[in-house]
């Protein structure tokens, strides 16, 4: 799929960057409204297209922000009367 997008993203990249400069420069605004912000959906498309070509071109770059994988415990599962005792000093602390 990224053999795909890539080189829309870069082209995108390519034409929206010195308008998104433009547009950052000037401050630009919503036509209708004059609601100040415009500017930062053209950097939000600058963004967008820079992450989608840096996967393409970085692709072990994609798993570091993922969560760490959750430590695995050796220990024994709890016995019918070990887990109704935590159950019940759980429904102790939340009737606290």
């Known amino acids: 799929m990224l053999l795909c997008v890539t080189p829309?993203?870069?082209?995108l990249l390519w034409t929206?960057?010195?308008k998104m400069?433009?547009?950052?420069?000037?401050?630009?605004?919503?036509?209708e409204g004059l609601t100040p912000g415009y500017f930062i959906l053209h950097m939000a498309l600058v963004v967008q297209c820079?992450?989608?070509?840096?996967?393409?071109?970085?692709?072990?770059?994609?798993?570091?922000?993922?969560?760490?994988?959750?430590?695995?415990?050796?220990e024994a599962?709890?016995?019918p009367q070990e887990l109704k005792q935590q159950m019940r000093d759980m429904s102790e602390l939340k009737s606290d």
């Open 77 to 79: 599962p709890l016995s």
């Open 21 to 31: 400069l433009d547009s950052v420069a000037a401050r630009e605004s919503f036509n």
């Open 16 to 18: 929206a960057f010195p």
């Open 50 to 74: 820079a992450i989608t070509a840096g996967v393409f071109f970085a692709p072990w770059t994609v798993h570091q922000l993922d969560a760490p994988v959750p430590v695995v415990v050796n």
């Open 8 to 11: 829309w993203a870069v082209f």
